[in-house]
């Protein structure tokens, strides 16, 4: 019986040291980003703007600690982040869920393209969209995104689906087409299992897999 407490005090105490280990990193994920200043790209002019729609989900893929740690987890490792396009004057804005730079805040925010890639040295960007989607339809998943962004929703550092007052990056896309009545993933997440953390998340190839979606454009930057 003794052996047995033994086992199981060890166990727990394993448990736990994993648990810390797993959340501080991701804490020095976060501040590793808030901290880096956004550079921008000199490829960028290699991207073909004019295949950008309102509504369209657009995906990076960077190589900072919290990309690499996104893709760590995620079964479909190809992208790290996410957010939805809008068009001002014909130009491309993205919407998105942000732990923010230094001195920057956490929330929803809409950058220009340039930004967006800039803020994670994006390594390849993908850009899908809703199978024969409308321009109408387009307009308003659009339009719900900004929405967000203008009332600054704060980003979903707890990663908690259940919430529905601050979202992380998945999470807005996801939240913001089922505004208009479309369920990208028909309500089936990724779940974490890790000894005293469990939780049902959205990761991006989870996203990007949905059957409602179509990869209509694809960049690759660097290897």
């Keep these: ?42 490829y960028i002019q290699t991207i073909d703007y004019s295949v950008f729609q ?11 600690r919290l ?3 996104v893709t760590a987890l995620d079964r479909h490792p190809r992208f790290s982040h996410v957010g939805i396009v809008k068009l001002i004057e014909r130009r491309p804005y993205i919407i998105h869920a942000s732990v923010g730079a ?16 800039a803020n994670d040295r994006a390594l390849s960007v993908g850009i899908y969209r809703l199978r024969n989607q409308s321009n109408i339809l387009g307009d308003e998943v659009a ?3 900004h929405g967000y962004a203008l009332r600054e929703v704060p980003f979903d550092s ?7 007052d601050r979202f992380y990056c ?26 005293l953390f ?3 998340l959205l990761l991006p190839g989870t996203l990007m897999n949905s059957p409602d979606l179509e990869e209509v454009y694809f960049v690759q930057f660097k290897q």
């Design 1 to 42: 019986m003794v052996a047995i407490r033994k086992v199981a005090a060890n166990l727990t105490i394993k448990a736990v040291f994993f648990s810390v280990m797993i959340g501080s990193l991701i804490s020095i994920c976060l501040w590793e980003l808030r901290r880096s200043e956004p550079i921008a790209p000199n």
């Design 143 to 145: 339009n719900v995104a």
């Design 102 to 117: 230094e001195n920057d805040k956490a929330i929803v925010k809409i950058e220009p393209l340039e930004v967006f890639l």
């Design 198 to 200: 469990q939780k049902d």
């Design 170 to 195: 998945t999470e807005l896309v996801w939240r913001a087409y089922q505004t208009v009545g479309i369920d990208l993933v028909n309500g089936v997440f990724d779940r974490l299992e890790i000894p």
């Design 54 to 64: 309102m509504g369209d989900i657009i995906f990076r893929w960077g190589d900072s």
């Design 158 to 164: 707890e990663f908690d689906l259940k919430t529905i």
């Design 67 to 69: 990309s690499q740690t």
